[in-house]
């Protein structure tokens, strides 16, 4: 892939997009068409259209259950859209922007108007069939190198819950997976869990 040409012209239309180029987070910032993108790498993902009832519902319970878990405390909650880059190391040049479904971020000097600049503590990302390879290996892998704590996946469809905790290598351990009956714990956020069953509304 080639870095794209940037212009300081707007683009309103996603057509105009190469798709094979490399962006930049000042590329994406000059972006105003419809469509939601993400940027891994410098590399463009198109996002879901429109989430599913099931998706919206298990976010919205979530979003409730941290947000008064969080009342009072020092993390914030954030659901999406909501902006979550990750800075190259080598040029601090920005390649990567996400919106996870939802991120707990602990550290307020991450925060900034435009979203989180480095890595929350948490992330939680709901599964829809035309994300679920990114979500399962692009983001992963995006997640574990950055250093996010902890990566919940969400399985909605069959009510399941999966948990990955970063361990002392810098590399998530296997997956804990909960199922209905069950409690998911979050190791990053002493204290808080959440009933399997409370987030699968009918």
């Known amino acids: 892939m080639k870095p794209y040409k940037s212009t300081d012209t707007k683009i309103t239309d996603i057509s105009a997009l190469e798709p094979d180029a490399i962006y930049t987070y000042q590329d994406y910032l000059r972006w105003s068409f419809e469509e939601r993108v993400e940027l891994i790498k410098g590399k ?14 298990v976010s919205r319970e979530l979003s409730l259950a941290l947000g008064n878990f969080l009342k009072g405390k020092t993390c914030k909650v954030y659901a999406a859209p909501f902006d979550v880059r990750f800075p190259n190391t080598n040029d601090q040049k920005t390649y990567t922007v996400v919106q996870p479904d939802l991120c707990v971020i602990c550290d307020h000097t991450k925060l900034d108007d435009a979203g989180c600049n480095g890595a929350p503590d948490l992330i939680i990302e709901i599964l829809s069939p035309s994300t679920a390879a990114k979500d ?40 804990v997976k909960y199922v209905n009956g069950q409690s998911v714990n979050s190791e990053v956020l002493a204290g808080f869990e959440v009933l399997v069953s409370e987030l699968f509304v009918d």
């Not at 995006?142 to 361990?167: C, D, F, H, M, S």
């Open 44 to 57: 463009l993902f198109k996002m879901s259209p429109a989430p599913s009832r099931k998706h919206q519902e």
């Open 136 to 175: 399962l290996k692009d983001k992963f892998e995006l997640y574990e190198e950055n250093g996010v704590k902890e990566y919940w996946v969400i399985y909605p469809e069959v009510a399941v819950v999966e948990t990955y905790l970063l361990n002392a290598d810098g590399k998530y351990s296997p997956p």
